[in-house]
């Protein structure tokens, strides 16, 4: 089974949005096998967004990363990466559809609620980031 990443940015979190998230991808028939509330450091944040250290928007990625608690939770499922992606929507909430995660709760393009790994190789990497093997769960999800 493939496993992904979520994270519940501060924006997320501050409405009070986390458990509507979770819920909608667990409403797809992911399994939840772990969730964890953090405030990310700079270098945590600088680590997970290192793919973007070029781009313009790094420092304020960074900044807004760590401006408030978020919450990281891995899913398990078929084809679970490209599920959450789809679930999420565009990255710029202006250019997703209403139904998606971003379009019905993302602000703008830098407030957008949720991110969401792009490969299950990229997947691998950010759930080794955020937790470790004890951390998640194995269990028999009934529906």
Do not use: W
């Amino acid at each position: 089974m493939e496993k992904s990443l979520i994270l519940v940015k501060p924006d997320g979190v501050e409405r009070g949005l986390t458990g509507s998230i979770i819920n909608r991808l667990e409403d797809l028939g992911l399994k939840l096998i772990a969730v964890r509330m953090l405030q990310a450091d700079r270098e945590l944040a600088e680590h997970h967004y290192a793919v973007h250290r070029d781009k313009p928007f790094f420092v304020d990625l960074v900044n807004y990363i760590t401006s408030s608690p978020i919450v990281a939770a891995v899913f398990e499922g078929e084809d679970a990466v490209s599920r959450i992606r789809k679930a999420c929507g565009a990255t710029d909430p202006a250019k997703s559809e209403k139904g998606t995660i971003r379009g019905d709760f993302g602000l703008d393009i830098g407030r957008n609620t949720i991110h969401a790994s792009d490969s299950p190789e990229t997947a691998a990497v950010e759930v080794d980031t955020f937790f470790n093997a004890e951390d998640m769960f194995n269990y028999t999800r009934l529906t």
